[in-house]
């Protein structure tokens, strides 16, 4: 039971860094990324290949790059610079001058491309039969299954306090409204001075940062990793999980995959196997979907709606600047552009 | 040489299954203006009832009928139930797209529920395979290749020559002016949801007689090349998406030739990533909409 709530808690922390980093780039800058776990993968990848040795099969059966046998700080960092420098290749390729639903078709395309290549290419990361066996971080090789797990949740709460210092930080920040304002029209932003491709650049390749993080913390809890663990599937039931919670506010998103992901697939585990084997897991897929709709339609700002409309409510309407003596209806009714007419009148320039 | 228009063969018949599903996807993009994720499990969904109905007694031919009349009502239901509320109090594309991520969670596991996962076949098959000149084709890809192209035929005469069609493309080219105009843009979008259906179930029913399997994922794996098409060819542009389907039909089996065939899905890709770099409107840009 103890071992069972600490798995729990690990693989929630984790999920959480994966949500804090999807909901960067969804929630504040409003890009659709439907291959996010694509960079999970990545950061997985690069975080086994550099902290493992030669391969323990010899005759060519196991075979990757690299084989540096990092120690796994340098390792977890490492994985995170490559899921970012990769995040940085692909949103140049599709930020330019793409409508934001049609990036979401190509960001697709481009996992599909990756996923194609580590598949086949058996060379780079073991193709499909993927990598095992990646080191135990800390003393784990030597301690019990139980401890083990309590070490690596541990980690992983450093991790994701720093990420969700980085996400505050952001939220906070001129940046973060800026990003906001694209968000809900990027003409509006742009018309007032805001560079909406460079400002989504940068808050892509910190989300896909994060999520090369979440995916070392992977693979160094689980140990192995194949492709059949990032298929497309997997983006959009994080993305699912994301909206459901509440994008725009990072509590939101932790709430939403630590329900949607860990606590349905925990669920799955004590239900009966009723009907042809995926039954249940098809169940879940379809509560998810309904519930995605449903959330959509009836409360679509997700389950804890965005803060900053509370934050309002509390410290008054705009603090200084040009706009502060519009009329109430700016700061108050739905959310819409016209209020971050104001919002970004009262702060001018970042 | 022989092997190239072998190749170029293959390529048709890939071509012909993307066309179909391509131009469906591209009218009911063209109309509604948001891309849906759950169009290859309508694929799936139209081959399915295609062989429950085989199954039960029916020709193969009649079934393929019952099949896109059902894939043709999930489409309008759908639309009906979940686009149309949202659309009313005017969504953002992206929330529309995201729930069309809902509904394929929502379709593409009913049919686990339904039809299981094992893989099922159809009774009748392609034939054997013919030499006609330098190409390799079987008779069903010749039936599936004949149907494409008189499929796509009718939907040209039906968009341009009939009432409905100018219709039709009035509420795609601006559906506010088409509203203003007297059209009854609503009637227009349930009927486009139905035809993109119709589209979608024969498009599915060739997947599945050209891979010979049909598995409840089979529509949704096939779903990006034919977003790879339509982005080729210029989101929303139903000529385009011909277009594009050809292209990228024929690259993939000719890819096949000189690379790994295991990259082919790869290849065909890359090309799209590629065009969208140097041409992001697609290769028949829409006309001042969306950029």
Sequence with gaps: MLFFVLDLLTLGAINAIMAVGLNLQYGQAGILNFTYYTFIAIGAYIAAVTTLGKPTLTGGVEQYVLQWRLPWPLAL??????????????????????????????????????????????????????????????????????????????????????????????????????????????????????????????????????????????????????????????????????????PGNYWGAVLGTFIFIELLSEIERFLPNVGNGAAVGAGRAILIG??????????????????????????????????????????????????????ALSRGKS | MNLLAEAVGFGLVTAAVIALAAVGLSLQVSVTNFVNFAYGDFMTFGAYITYSANVAGLNFFPAVLVGAAGTGLLGVVSNWVIFRPLVKRKSRTLVLLICTVGLSFIVQNAMVLIWGTNSDRYTV?????????????????????????????????????????????????????????????????????????????????GLALETNTLRPALGFNELFVIFGAIILGGIGRVYGAMLGALIIGILTEVSGMFADPAYKGAIAFAVVVLVLLIRPQGLLPSRGRSA
């Design chain 1, 77 to 246: 960092l490492l994985a995170g610079a490559v899921a970012g420098v990769l995040g940085l290749v692909v949103v140049l390729i599709v930020i330019r001058r793409l409508r934001s639903d049609y990036l979401a078709i190509v960001t697709v395309s481009i996992g599909f491309i990756i996923w194609n290549v580590i598949t086949n290419y058996i060379p780079l990361f073991n193709g499909s039969n993927g990598l095992f066996a990646v080191p135990y971080i800390l003393n784990g090789a030597t301690v019990t299954p139980i401890e083990y797990t309590l070490e690596v949740l541990v980690v992983s709460v450093v991790v994701l306090a720093a990420c969700l210092w980085v996400a505050r930080s952001i939220f906070r920040s001129p940046y973060g409204r800026v990003l906001r304002a694209i968000r809900e029209d990027d003409v509006v932003a742009a018309s007032f001075g805001k560079s909406t491709t460079g400002s989504r650049v940068w808050v892509f390749v910190i989300g896909c940062i994060m999520a090369g993080l979440a995916g070392a913390m992977l693979v160094f809890y689980i140990s192995a990793w194949n492709p059949a663990g990032f298929l497309p599937q997997e983006s959009f039931i994080l993305m699912a999980a994301i909206v459901i919670g509440g």
């Design chain 1, 290 to 343: 309904i519930l995605l709709i449903a959330v959509v339609r009836f409360r679509p700002d997700g389950l804890i709606p965005e803060r900053w409309l509370r934050w309002y409510k509390t410290k008054g309407p705009l603090p200084s600047g040009p706009a502060s003596g519009d009329p109430p209806h700016l700061v108050t009714g739905r959310r819409g552009p016209h209020r971050l007419w104001g919002w």
């Design chain 2, 125 to 205: 098959s392609i034939g054997n395979a013919l030499h006609i000149g330098p190409f390799l084709f079987t008779p069903g890809d010749l039936i599936l290749i004949a149907v494409a192209f008189g499929l796509l035929a009718l939907l040209h005469i039906f968009l341009q020559y009939t009432r409905f069609g100018t219709a039709l493309r009035a509420t795609s080219n601006n559906s506010d002016l088409a509203q203003a105009c007297g059209i009854d843009t609503g009637r227009v979008i349930t009927w486009t949801w139905a035809i993109s259906g119709l589209f979608c179930a024969v498009a599915g029913v």
